[in-house]
């Protein structure tokens, strides 16, 4: 039988875990509420849209930063579905690499383009990554999108040519190897065509080099009309200096091409009194070919370049306003 004395003791042992685990869940709270704050603090003010689905497609929360999309209302938005939000294809392009990451349980990456309030088009980086239980079970998916429109802007400001707006020589130099390989890939003939206007020094000593440069905008503008196609590319390497890919079935094809912006050129009849005998301003071109059997290293690019630079030397050579191959 218990002495009156060990029941008080038992009790104050009680009272005593009791009080322990009281300030132990109030610590437990506290945590929760700080980190319930600072989660909060982030959805708030970071500059990117964060959100979290259910895998029904309930939009669970979203971070303030959405307010700044062309129709988003922050009242009708958690709580609803993507299906209910927006049209089915943009639905569907939303939803599906939520599903990838919760069905293959790993971050997805995409890039997305969307509207801003002010109309103004965005490109967003996506990663969309998976929520797991205490067992391991995808329970939700998390999106976090980062507004890349500045770099991807700045990227293809560093690959354009400023004056006429066409791709620069940094742009060609990248591309030439990707378009040797898919002209392979489609055993297509590829075609570099080199262009440089005819006494192009001459033109500016005359007619002056603001002039020059609307000269210089002409020729890219004749590039542009006639290699049309998707695929087709135009480039201004430097100077008076233009270069095209693309692919034909046939050199004569090419030739015809390459003939066609000349002439286009020509047909401006854009006054060159140094020019002699045409008078007005013309181009001489030289084409170089690469044919799907041959190698597609950094050499044989180098090699096709230089047998271009003879051809359009050869162009030159026969009086200008000429095409050579
Ligand atoms: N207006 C203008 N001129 C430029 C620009 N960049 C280079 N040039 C001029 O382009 C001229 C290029 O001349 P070259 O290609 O060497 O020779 P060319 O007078 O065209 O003679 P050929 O090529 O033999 O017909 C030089 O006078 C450069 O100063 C530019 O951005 N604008």
């Known amino acids: 039988m218990s002495t009156s004395i060990e029941v008080a003791q038992g009790q104050a042992q009680a009272i005593a875990q009791l009080s322990e685990e009281n ?60 299906f209910d939000l927006f049209p089915p294809d943009i639905a569907e392009q939303l939803w599906r690499n939520d599903q990838r990451a919760a069905t293959e349980r790993r971050a997805i990456h995409e890039e ?72 392979q890939r489609d055993q297509r003939l590829l075609t570099l065509l080199l262009a440089d206007v005819d006494r192009f020094k001459g033109y500016n000593d005359t007619h002056g080099h603001p002039q020059g440069d609307v000269v210089l905008g002409a020729v890219a503008q004749a590039i542009r009309r006639t290699l049309n196609r998707p695929g087709d590319l135009g480039f201004r390497l430097g100077g008076d200096e233009f270069a095209c890919l693309f692919t034909a079935n046939s050199e004569e094809e090419s030739v015809e091409l390459a003939e066609r912006i000349r002439a286009a050129l020509a047909a401006e009849a854009i006054p060159h009194l140094a020019n002699d005998p045409y008078g007005t301003v013309t181009l001489s071109i030289g084409l170089a070919f690469l044919y799907p059997h041959d190698a597609e290293d950094a050499l044989a690019q180098g090699a096709a370049y230089e047998r271009g630079d003879q051809a359009l030397y050869r162009a030159k050579h026969k009086g200008r306003n000429t095409v050579s191959r």
Do not use: W
Not at 116 to 131: C, E, G, I, M, N
């Open 112 to 183: 997305e383009t969307v509207y801003h309030r002010d109309q103004s088009l965005h490109t967003y980086a996506t990663v969309k990554f998976p929520l797991f239980d205490d067992d391991g079970a995808v329970i939700a998916t998390c999106a976090v999108s980062t507004d890349i429109t500045d770099v991807r802007t700045a990227q293809a400001d560093s690959l354009t040519d400023e004056l006429t707006g066409l791709k620069n020589r940094r742009y060609f130099n990248m591309r030439f190897v990707e378009e040797q390989r898919r002209a």
């Open 23 to 82: 300030a132990f869940l109030r610590e437990e709270l506290r945590r929760v509420r700080e980190a319930e704050r600072t989660l909060d603090a982030l959805l708030d003010n970071a500059p990117v849209l964060i959100s979290a689905k259910a895998l029904d497609g309930t939009i669970l929360m979203a971070s303030r930063h959405f307010e700044i999309l062309d129709g988003y209302d922050a009242a009708a938005f958690v709580g609803r579905k993507v």
